[in-house]
């Protein structure tokens, strides 16, 4: 089990610490998961994310390699932009859905902690001539810093100017005269900042002037636990719960990050006949109409029969309904479709939404 | 923190005896263990409850418990306050947040409970 390199901080704050993926994480701290959330819904939070993988891409053949590997086109980004891609099996299976940052001379590429061996020796399989791949994962450290009042704490530790990076782009910087990363991404909905760095001895040093920054909005760390309860409530795939080797991005709703007309990519001929064929089920989102909370595996019910199961569900802290996703037969899929959750062998009301379910979120697109 | 005059059950239920009525929630060691809770799903009067079988579900932000009924009985009584306001489970898991009152069949279980002293050593504290 690997300690983050922010391991003793999070001992220190009483965090509930869990294994996740092979690492010692933070689940939740005693603020709770309700105040978490809230706190990056109304004004920021900060994240250790360190868990998450970093492959790096170097060498002349580099975009020959990636263009194959993902579903999305990297021969359109610019030096300084980001992608959200999947990336998939012949057969159309999702490997993983992971971020793409394009470098002046490399490329960085920002996998799921579950899946890091995997992905790696994924990508080594399909490697081609003049190139090379590095796992730089386990020397990576992260902070998410998000909520609509992020860029005015990062700001404070950065001289770039924030307002100039755009979404899903990033620059290079330095903190407390360590190089980092500054990336607008997240998975909260909410606009935000990723910090990558990899002087990991410098790492505390980092996250207490992360904190002091933002201690004018009370910032608090944020465990995995409302990070999963911010992306459900954007409807943002989670690997292993959502998405993985048996689901194609067509049917889990990722039709836009698979370029089919792009000229070659890992499962592309599996995927534009899923395309032509159309999509037999989709991952759905819904919101409950009984109260009630819908779990992981619980099953999905309509006219009788059992549709689905459920991918993911909690209790929105923001809605304060149950909410969640699951794979439903093309037939229910629309929204407004009423469908039952089997809850403790009773059926609970549901319905179709159209996605995402919080829809105030400051993300800027 | 585990209150003197209560019996406890291995499940992380209290028990207050009150004559052949027992009053049933759970200890603020489970409570701390599951965080917020979001929802509680209660049993309904005159249900009958089976010694170590679920009779309710306290549902948080991440997870889901059941009560267990630490006895055989009939449930003569629940706290509806629970529905609107699980959280009470969470601020005072010993007095407001009562779960259930079941009428007891049989009187000689309450010797299978442990005491305060026997649960603290249970959960280690």
Redesign the interface.
């Known amino acids: 089990m690997r300690p983050t390199p922010f391991y003793e901080i999070h001992k220190q704050k009483n965090a509930?610490i869990d294994s996740f993926a092979g690492f010692l994480m933070p689940?939740?701290y005693p603020t709770?998961?309700?105040?978490e959330h809230r706190q990056v819904r109304d004004s920021v939070g900060m994240f250790d994310l360190s868990h998450m993988g970093e492959i790096i891409v170097r060498g002349e053949k580099r975009l020959d390699f990636v263009y194959n590997l993902i579903t999305n086109d990297a021969s359109k980004l610019a030096v300084g932009q980001t992608l959200y891609t999947p990336m998939c099996y012949p057969d159309g299976g999702i490997v993983d859905d992971l971020l793409v940052y394009r470098m002046k001379d490399y490329f960085y590429l920002v996998v799921n902690a579950s899946n890091i061996e995997k992905d790696f020796l994924w990508m080594k399989e399909n490697q081609i001539e003049k190139m090379s791949l590095e796992n730089a994962s386990y020397d990576t450290a992260l902070i998410a810093v998000q909520g609509p009042k992020a860029e005015e704490v990062v700001q404070k530790l950065t001289t770039l100017d924030l307002a100039k990076i755009g979404y899903y782009h990033f620059a290079f910087g330095q903190i407390a005269g360590v190089d980092v990363i500054i990336s607008r991404t997240g998975y909260t909905g909410e606009d935000g900042f990723e910090i990558y760095f990899t002087n990991v001895d410098k790492a505390e040093e980092i996250w207490n002037l992360v904190e002091s920054a933002g201690r004018k909005f009370d910032i608090i760390p944020i465990g995995l636990?409302a990070r999963?309860?911010l992306r459900l409530e954007m409807k943002y795939p989670l690997y292993g719960n959502d998405i993985d080797k048996t689901t194609n991005p067509l049917e889990a709703g990722l039709r836009f990050f698979v370029k089919l007309d792009k000229d070659n990519f890992i499962g592309k001929s599996a995927l534009v006949k899923v395309h032509q064929e159309k999509i037999s089920r989709k991952l759905v989102a819904f919101e409950m109409l009984d109260?009630?909370?819908p779990?992981q595996h619980y099953e999905i019910y309509a006219d009788d029969k059992k549709i689905g199961e459920v991918c993911s569900g909690?209790?929105s802290?923001s809605l304060?309904i149950?909410i969640g996703t699951g794979y439903v037969p093309r037939e229910y899929m629309k929204t407004g479709t009423e469908i039952y959750i089997k809850v403790?062998n009773k059926m609970k009301r549901a319905i179709i939404i159209k996605p995402p379910f919080y829809k105030q979120g400051s993300v800027k697109r | 923190m585990v209150q003197k005059g209560l019996k406890y059950t291995e499940t992380h239920e209290w028990v207050n005896i009150r004559g052949n009525i027992a009053i049933v929630g759970i200890t603020d060691y489970a409570q701390k263990q599951l965080?917020?809770i979001?929802?509680v799903?209660l049993p309904e009067e005159g249900d009958e409850v089976t010694k170590g079988d679920?009779m309710a579900?306290v549902?948080?932000?991440?997870a889901?418990a059941d009560v267990n009924a630490p006895l055989n009985g009939i449930i003569v009584g629940v706290n509806e306050k629970l529905?609107d306001a699980p959280d009470l489970i969470?601020s005072s898991p010993y007095d407001e947040a009562w779960i259930a009152k079941i009428k007891i069949s049989d009187s000689n279980e309450i010797d299978d409970l442990m005491d305060a002293e026997e649960y603290e050593a249970f959960i280690g504290e």
């Open positions: 509930k689940i939740q709770g998961i309700i105040r636990g999963d309860t109260k009630a909370v779990r909690t209790m802290p304060n149950g403790r | 965080g917020d979001v929802f799903d679920s579900s549902e948080a932000v991440k889901v529905e969470n």
